[in-house]
């Protein structure tokens, strides 16, 4: 069975500090997919990123930058110089890979989710 | 423009009604997903097709019942509605196994 484990469930911070939200994850699949989804106040589920297993460079988009950890099992996400508009929920979730076939194939697992709050 | 619809957004009903959840993706994709966001955030599968056709059937009761017309919607009836069914219901849509883009949500309060 495959389970997304976030142990934050809250950050509190100031604006523009940096902060990093973990993940670790768990699958007997040999290939699968990583995911990062934001739920801002509003409720909607808004993708961030896709990773691969096959895949362990690391991402950086804007402010926004992922470390992909195969060896430790984790997906981590930072975000620098934070925003107010960064506050909301972030999911970390799993699905396996086309390639890898099995029950967990199209199904997102998801972790908790951390609750980000970011102070002006 | 909308990419994947929901209606309605807000759902407010007696215990023991009948309920329809509609949802709508303009993507071209292939596969249509539900799932439920607990009041503790937790978001889990339910239910999966792929061009129609019922892949993925998690462990939900049968009151739950999903009916996909043709490849662009997928919607979600639920009979005998019970208090433990109030949640926010997500409909997702996905080319294959590839990212899951996500509705605005459902949120049905069962009195």
């Known amino acids: 069975a495959q389970k997304v484990t976030q142990a934050q469930t809250e950050i509190s911070v100031v604006e523009k500090e940096d902060v990093t939200l973990d993940c670790v994850y768990e699958?007997?699949?040999?290939?699968?997919?990583l995911f990062w989804y934001k739920q801002p106040p509003s409720g909607e589920l808004v993708f961030l990123i896709r990773r691969n297993s096959f895949d362990e460079q690391n991402e950086i988009s804007g402010r926004y930058s992922w470390n992909f950890q195969k060896s430790t099992s984790s997906f981590n996400f930072t975000i620098t110089a934070s925003q107010v508009v960064d506050s909301a929920v972030y999911f970390c979730?799993?699905?396996?890979?086309?390639?890898?076939?099995?029950?967990?194939?199209?199904?997102?697992?998801f972790g908790q989710g951390t609750i980000l709050t970011v102070h002006p | 423009d909308t990419a994947v619809s929901q209606t309605p957004k807000y759902l407010v009903t007696q215990m023991g009604n009948d309920k329809s959840i509609k949802c709508e993706q303009n993507?071209?994709?292939?596969?249509m997903y539900w799932y439920k966001q607990d009041s503790k955030k937790f978001l889990k599968i339910m239910f999966s097709?792929?061009?129609?056709?019922?892949?993925i059937n998690e462990t939900v009761p049968n009151r739950f019942s999903p009916k996909s017309p043709d490849k662009a919607h997928l919607n979600l009836h639920i009979n005998s509605l019970e208090l433990g069914d109030s949640a926010v219901y997500f409909c997702?849509?996905?080319?294959?196994?590839?990212?899951?883009?996500f509705g605005p949500g459902t949120r049905l309060t069962v009195l």
């Open positions: 993507l071209g994709h292939d596969t």
């Open positions: 097709y792929n061009n129609k056709e019922l892949i």
């Open positions: 997702a849509s996905s080319w294959g196994a590839n990212t899951q883009y």
């Open positions: 699958t007997r699949d040999t290939t699968y997919y």
């Open positions: 979730a799993l699905s396996g890979s086309p390639y890898a076939g099995g029950t967990s194939y199209g199904k997102l697992t």
